[in-house]
């Protein structure tokens, strides 16, 4: 499996602060996701990237930005943070396995905005 | 637009009960359908998948069935453990403008009693 890692793993900060979340990967995996888990909502997408130079927005990408700085890193950053972005952050790479591509999320990084 | 329903939790059992968590889907064409299991604490880890109508996927003793028909991929196991407890996803590989992303289903979440 990808060993993705996500810092900080917890984090809070105050309406109005500009955050940085972060993602790397060891495996070389060519896709990265970020994600977003609210209580009975499931998992939405913000955004993904097919490689270095292949950034997309999600379902969800209003608020925030993301850097793609190789193939191993993608961060996410959220502005101007407010309350409505406390939830839980995964990042995700996703690789062809067997012919099927298959998503490895990291621990996921708690975000609390007040 | 593709979609999938899974069956609201939480789910409460006592250890070696049978369980099913239902899910179903929306999709043009058809899509590859993964269940995938989060364990407290943790980020998301692929629990099984299979990509064609009457395949069956397994692991750790689930087994799901892809459901052409019904438009189903329930997830079964015989007699669940303690262990087994954490928040089940269905999801389906999504290929509209973003070839091999996934739509997650709300999540389930199963609780085992000893």
């Known amino acids: 499996d990808a060993d993705v890692t996500q810092t900080p793993r917890n984090r809070i900060t105050k309406t109005g602060k500009r955050i940085m979340l972060e993602c790397s990967q060891t495996?070389?995996?060519?896709?990265m996701y970020w994600y977003r888990q609210d209580p009975g909502l499931g998992l939405r997408l913000i955004y993904y990237s097919f490689d270095v130079k292949d950034i997309n927005k999600g379902e969800i990408s209003d608020g925030y930005s993301v850097s793609r700085q190789a193939q191993a890193k993608f961060s996410l950053s959220l502005e101007s943070a407010i309350p409505n972005q406390t939830a839980l952050y995964f990042c995700a790479t996703s690789d062809l396995d067997g012919g099927i591509r298959t998503q490895y999320f990291g621990p996921g990084t708690r975000l609390l905005v007040l | 637009g593709d979609s999938v329903t899974q069956m609201e939790g939480p789910v409460t059992l006592s250890e070696e009960a049978f369980l099913t968590i239902n899910c179903t889907y929306t999709a043009t064409g058809y899509p590859s359908l993964f269940w995938y299991v989060q364990y407290p604490g943790e980020g998301l880890q692929l629990l099984l998948k299979a990509t064609k109508a009457d395949d069956k996927g397994s692991n750790k003793g689930f087994e799901a069935t892809y459901r052409k028909e019904t438009t189903s991929f329930h997830l079964e196991k015989g007699s669940v453990q303690v262990s087994d407890s954490a928040v089940y996803f269905c999801?389906?590989?999504?290929?509209?403008?973003?070839?091999?992303?996934?739509?997650f289903g709300k999540g389930t979440k199963l609780s085992v009693k000893p």
């Open positions: 999801a389906l590989e999504y290929y509209g403008g973003s070839q091999g992303n996934l739509i």
């Open positions: 495996k070389g995996h060519d896709r």
